[in-house]
Protein backbone atom coordinates (compact mmCIF):
# COMPACT_ATOMS: atom_id res chain seq x y z
CA UNK A 1 0.00 0.00 0.00
CA UNK A 2 1.08 3.39 -0.98
CA UNK A 3 2.54 5.22 2.41
CA UNK A 4 2.52 8.78 3.17
CA UNK A 5 3.43 10.78 5.96
CA UNK A 6 1.69 13.66 6.95
CA UNK A 7 3.85 16.20 8.67
CA UNK A 8 1.43 19.16 9.99
CA UNK A 9 1.25 20.07 13.68
CA UNK A 10 -2.44 21.73 13.66
CA UNK A 11 -5.11 19.16 14.08
CA UNK A 12 -7.42 21.34 12.57
CA UNK A 13 -5.88 20.53 9.20
CA UNK A 14 -4.04 16.95 9.78
CA UNK A 15 -7.23 15.32 10.97
CA UNK A 16 -9.68 16.03 7.67
CA UNK A 17 -6.30 15.76 5.20
CA UNK A 18 -5.94 12.26 7.10
CA UNK A 19 -8.82 11.34 6.52
CA UNK A 20 -9.12 12.67 2.70
CA UNK A 21 -5.58 10.88 2.15
CA UNK A 22 -7.32 7.39 3.63
CA UNK A 23 -10.33 7.38 1.44
CA UNK A 24 -7.83 7.62 -1.55
CA UNK A 25 -6.76 4.29 -0.57
CA UNK A 26 -3.06 6.15 1.35
CA UNK A 27 -1.23 4.08 4.24
CA UNK A 28 -1.07 7.53 6.18
CA UNK A 29 1.20 8.35 9.51
CA UNK A 30 1.12 12.04 10.72
CA UNK A 31 3.85 13.39 12.99
CA UNK A 32 3.61 16.60 14.61
CA UNK A 33 6.73 18.08 15.01
CA UNK A 34 10.24 18.35 12.64
CA UNK A 35 12.44 15.90 14.31
CA UNK A 36 9.70 12.97 14.09
CA UNK A 37 9.17 13.98 10.47
CA UNK A 38 12.69 13.83 9.32
CA UNK A 39 13.12 10.52 11.60
CA UNK A 40 10.01 8.79 10.07
CA UNK A 41 10.92 10.54 6.09
CA UNK A 42 14.17 8.81 6.27
CA UNK A 43 12.19 5.03 6.55
CA UNK A 44 11.55 5.93 2.81
CA UNK A 45 7.47 6.41 2.75
CA UNK A 46 6.30 7.09 -0.69
CA UNK A 47 5.05 11.07 -0.19
CA UNK A 48 5.90 13.41 2.51
CA UNK A 49 3.03 16.19 3.11
CA UNK A 50 5.01 19.07 4.61
CA UNK A 51 4.30 21.66 6.76
CA UNK A 52 7.37 24.19 7.01
CA UNK A 53 5.76 25.99 9.83
CA UNK A 54 6.15 22.50 12.17
CA UNK A 55 8.06 22.98 15.74
CA UNK A 56 11.02 21.70 16.99
CA UNK A 57 12.29 21.64 13.50
CA UNK A 58 10.82 23.82 10.45
CA UNK A 59 9.78 22.09 7.47
CA UNK A 60 12.44 23.47 5.48
CA UNK A 61 15.30 22.57 7.71
CA UNK A 62 13.86 19.06 7.11
CA UNK A 63 13.74 19.44 3.64
CA UNK A 64 17.47 20.22 3.92
CA UNK A 65 18.27 17.48 5.85
CA UNK A 66 16.41 15.00 4.13
CA UNK A 67 17.71 15.70 0.54
CA UNK A 68 21.63 16.04 2.44
CA UNK A 69 20.97 12.35 3.75
CA UNK A 70 20.67 11.83 -0.06
CA UNK A 71 16.45 10.60 0.37
CA UNK A 72 14.58 11.42 -2.86
CA UNK A 73 11.43 11.02 -0.94
CA UNK A 74 8.93 13.01 -2.78
CA UNK A 75 7.88 15.99 -0.92
CA UNK A 76 4.86 18.50 -1.23
CA UNK A 77 4.88 21.71 1.14
CA UNK A 78 2.05 23.11 2.63
CA UNK A 79 3.14 26.91 3.64
CA UNK A 80 0.75 30.05 4.89
CA UNK A 81 3.82 32.33 3.30
CA UNK A 82 2.38 33.21 -0.36
CA UNK A 83 5.66 35.43 -0.80
CA UNK A 84 7.25 34.19 -3.66
CA UNK A 85 10.41 34.41 -2.08
CA UNK A 86 9.70 32.14 0.63
CA UNK A 87 8.58 29.41 -2.16
CA UNK A 88 11.37 29.41 -4.04
CA UNK A 89 13.78 29.51 -0.95
CA UNK A 90 10.90 26.18 -0.10
CA UNK A 91 11.89 24.50 -3.79
CA UNK A 92 15.44 25.09 -3.57
CA UNK A 93 15.65 23.21 -0.20
CA UNK A 94 14.51 20.49 -2.26
CA UNK A 95 10.41 20.57 -2.30
CA UNK A 96 9.29 18.61 -5.13
CA UNK A 97 6.04 21.14 -4.95
CA UNK A 98 4.14 23.10 -2.62
CA UNK A 99 0.40 24.00 -2.07
CA UNK A 100 0.05 27.61 -0.43
CA UNK A 101 -2.62 27.83 2.95
CA UNK A 102 -5.54 28.00 3.07
CA UNK A 103 -5.99 25.08 0.18
CA UNK A 104 -8.27 23.37 -2.04
CA UNK A 105 -8.23 19.64 -0.83
CA UNK A 106 -8.91 18.39 -4.51
CA UNK A 107 -6.14 20.67 -5.53
CA UNK A 108 -3.72 18.89 -2.99
CA UNK A 109 -4.73 15.38 -3.78
CA UNK A 110 -4.01 16.22 -7.41
CA UNK A 111 -0.69 17.14 -6.61
CA UNK A 112 -0.06 14.31 -4.44
CA UNK A 113 -1.14 12.00 -7.02
CA UNK A 114 1.18 13.50 -9.29
CA UNK A 115 4.04 13.51 -7.23
CA UNK A 116 3.19 9.47 -6.73
CA UNK A 117 2.54 8.19 -9.86
CA UNK A 118 5.94 10.50 -10.98
CA UNK A 119 7.36 7.53 -13.68
CA UNK A 120 10.46 7.12 -15.51
CA UNK A 121 9.72 7.25 -19.22
CA UNK A 122 12.49 7.14 -22.21
CA UNK A 123 13.96 10.65 -23.22
CA UNK A 124 15.50 10.78 -26.35
CA UNK A 125 19.37 10.63 -26.46
CA UNK A 126 20.38 14.34 -26.63
CA UNK A 127 23.61 16.23 -27.08
CA UNK A 128 26.46 15.33 -24.53
CA UNK A 129 26.17 18.39 -23.25
CA UNK A 130 22.89 18.34 -21.09
CA UNK A 131 22.69 14.39 -20.32
CA UNK A 132 19.78 12.90 -18.57
CA UNK A 133 19.36 9.42 -17.29
CA UNK A 134 15.67 8.42 -16.96
CA UNK A 135 16.18 5.13 -15.42
CA UNK A 136 18.94 7.08 -12.13
CA UNK A 137 16.83 10.59 -12.52
CA UNK A 138 19.86 12.17 -12.66
CA UNK A 139 21.18 15.16 -14.78
CA UNK A 140 24.67 15.56 -16.13
CA UNK A 141 25.44 18.90 -17.36
CA UNK A 142 29.54 18.90 -19.02
CA UNK A 143 29.83 15.26 -17.37
CA UNK A 144 29.05 16.40 -13.71
CA UNK A 145 25.89 15.80 -12.51
CA UNK A 146 23.37 18.67 -11.15
CA UNK A 147 21.02 18.05 -8.11
CA UNK A 148 17.87 18.56 -8.66
CA UNK A 149 14.29 17.73 -7.18
CA UNK A 150 11.49 15.44 -8.47
CA UNK A 151 9.91 18.49 -10.12
CA UNK A 152 13.34 19.96 -11.88
CA UNK A 153 13.76 16.76 -13.59
CA UNK A 154 10.35 15.83 -14.90
CA UNK A 155 10.19 19.39 -16.18
CA UNK A 156 13.83 19.11 -17.60
CA UNK A 157 12.58 16.02 -18.91
CA UNK A 158 9.83 16.81 -20.64
CA UNK A 159 11.52 20.09 -22.25
CA UNK A 160 14.60 17.67 -23.60
CA UNK A 161 11.92 15.22 -25.21
CA UNK A 162 10.73 17.85 -27.19
CA UNK A 163 14.06 19.57 -28.02
CA UNK A 164 14.08 22.08 -30.52
CA UNK A 165 10.26 22.67 -30.76
CA UNK A 166 8.34 25.24 -28.01
CA UNK A 167 6.49 23.19 -25.26
CA UNK A 168 3.42 25.10 -24.15
CA UNK A 169 2.84 26.52 -20.69
CA UNK A 170 -0.38 24.69 -20.66
CA UNK A 171 1.12 21.20 -21.71
CA UNK A 172 4.35 21.36 -19.22
CA UNK A 173 1.40 22.32 -16.17
CA UNK A 174 -0.36 19.41 -17.53
CA UNK A 175 2.23 17.03 -18.14
CA UNK A 176 4.53 17.48 -14.78
CA UNK A 177 1.72 19.17 -13.02
CA UNK A 178 -1.14 16.76 -13.62
CA UNK A 179 -4.30 17.40 -15.39
CA UNK A 180 -6.31 18.69 -12.60
CA UNK A 181 -4.79 21.61 -11.96
CA UNK A 182 -6.38 24.93 -10.60
CA UNK A 183 -4.22 27.59 -10.59
CA UNK A 184 -2.01 30.23 -12.75
CA UNK A 185 1.24 28.90 -13.80
CA UNK A 186 3.29 31.11 -11.37
CA UNK A 187 4.92 27.97 -9.85
CA UNK A 188 5.63 26.86 -13.80
CA UNK A 189 7.51 30.50 -14.30
CA UNK A 190 9.35 29.63 -10.31
CA UNK A 191 10.41 26.09 -11.12
CA UNK A 192 11.94 27.42 -14.81
CA UNK A 193 14.02 30.07 -12.88
CA UNK A 194 14.81 27.38 -10.46
CA UNK A 195 16.44 25.35 -12.91
CA UNK A 196 17.82 27.68 -15.04
CA UNK A 197 19.52 28.74 -12.06
CA UNK A 198 21.14 25.02 -11.87
CA UNK A 199 22.20 24.76 -15.37
CA UNK A 200 23.78 27.84 -15.27
CA UNK A 201 21.66 29.49 -17.83
CA UNK A 202 21.14 33.28 -18.12
CA UNK A 203 17.52 34.35 -19.52
CA UNK A 204 18.62 37.19 -20.98
CA UNK A 205 20.63 35.01 -23.18
CA UNK A 206 20.00 31.39 -23.10
CA UNK A 207 22.12 28.90 -23.94
CA UNK A 208 19.35 25.89 -23.05
CA UNK A 209 15.56 27.48 -22.05
CA UNK A 210 14.42 29.55 -24.25
CA UNK A 211 11.16 31.84 -23.06
CA UNK A 212 8.46 32.05 -25.84
CA UNK A 213 6.53 34.83 -24.89
CA UNK A 214 2.50 33.86 -25.13
CA UNK A 215 3.41 30.73 -25.90
CA UNK A 216 5.50 28.26 -23.80
CA UNK A 217 9.36 27.47 -23.21
CA UNK A 218 12.05 25.85 -25.87
CA UNK A 219 15.36 23.62 -24.67
CA UNK A 220 18.39 23.55 -26.93
CA UNK A 221 20.91 22.16 -26.52
CA UNK A 222 24.52 23.94 -28.10
CA UNK A 223 27.01 21.74 -29.31
CA UNK A 224 30.57 23.05 -27.51
Known sequence: MTKVLLAE????ISDPLARALRREGYDVDVCTDGE???????????????????????????????????????????TA??????????LDAGADDYVTKPFRLAELL???????????????????????????????????EVQLTGKEF?????????????????????????????????TLDMHISVLRR????DASQPSYITTIRGVGFRFDAPEE
Open 9 to 12: DDPA
Open 36 to 78: SALAQALLQPDLLVLDLGLPRMDGLEVCRRLRAEGSSVPVLVL
Open 81 to 90: RADEVDTVVG
Open 110 to 144: ARARALLRRGVVDAPATEALVRIDPEGRRVFLRGQ
Open 154 to 186: ELLKALVTNEGKVVSREKLMRDVWDSAWYGSTK
Open 198 to 201: KLGD
